[in-house]
């Protein structure tokens, strides 16, 4: 009964640095979603992918990358990180219905 | 304007209270509208789907209303552990997207 497994729960960067967000779902989902959530924003879509082999931008793309490597992984990449990247980032699957959420990584660049 | 707007609140309201939420979405072709729970640091957990015909779920109410793009929650007889912020969810069919509102921010009093 894992569900939506990211990893890591925590990160520190130095600006500049990159790193990797991995999320894997285990329910058999077509579609998978990468947001960031700030205070007084809300969660914002970075990226989703409606299925395997597809991806698109969303509300706040910029300075991210992502690859849909199978039905069950979906990751996230930050080639140079940037202190406005500091936030909690959440990945997400869903079915036609609702979503799940993974537990979530907390990313301060410094 | 935003997808999906909330009044952030907080709400403060003694145990035993009943409080209702209210949402709007900007978008007529939303398909799919959802209330999500989100407890301090943790990921959002879904707390109820909403249909066109009201549903409800023990002491959860939920209504939409397509002609006014409203959504609202309804709790009754309210718990210290209905304590949480409380996120409005719209989804389209295009893209398959999720649109969060802010949040409510809820706490109940002994």
């Known amino acids: 009964n894992a569900g939506v497994t990211q990893t890591p729960k925590f990160q520190v960067l130095k600006t500049g640095q990159s790193m990797t967000l991995q999320c894997a779902q285990d329910?058999?989902?077509?579609?998978m979603y990468w947001y960031r959530q700030d205070p007084g924003m809300g969660l914002r879509l970075i990226y989703y992918?409606?299925?395997?082999?597809?991806?698109d931008k969303g509300e706040v793309p910029n300075g991210y990358n992502v690859s849909r490597l199978n039905k069950r992984e979906f990751s996230l990449r930050l080639e140079s990180a940037a202190p406005s990247q500091t936030s909690v980032y959440f990945c997400?699957?869903?079915?036609?219905?609702?979503?799940?959420f993974g537990s979530g990584t907390r990313l301060t660049v410094v | 304007r935003k997808e999906v707007e909330q009044d952030p609140g907080p709400f403060n309201v003694p145990e035993g209270a009943t409080v209702a939420f209210n949402c709007t979405y900007s978008n007529s072709a939303s398909q799919s509208f959802f209330w999500y729970r989100q407890d301090c640091r943790k990921e959002p957990k879904l707390l109820m789907s909403v249909y066109s015909s009201g549903n409800e779920d023990g002491r959860f109410t939920a209504q939409l209303n397509r002609a006014s793009q409203y959504i609202s929650l309804l709790i009754r007889d309210s718990k210290l552990s209905d304590s949480a912020t409380y996120l409005c969810?719209?989804?389209?069919?295009?893209?398959?997207?999720?649109?969060f509102g802010t949040g409510t921010s809820l706490t109940v009093i002994p």
């Open positions: 969810v719209v989804k389209t069919n295009t893209g398959n997207q999720f649109y």
């Open positions: 329910m058999n989902h077509n579609s």
């Open positions: 992918s409606a299925s395997e082999g597809t991806t």
């Open positions: 997400a699957s869903s079915d036609w219905d609702s979503g799940t």
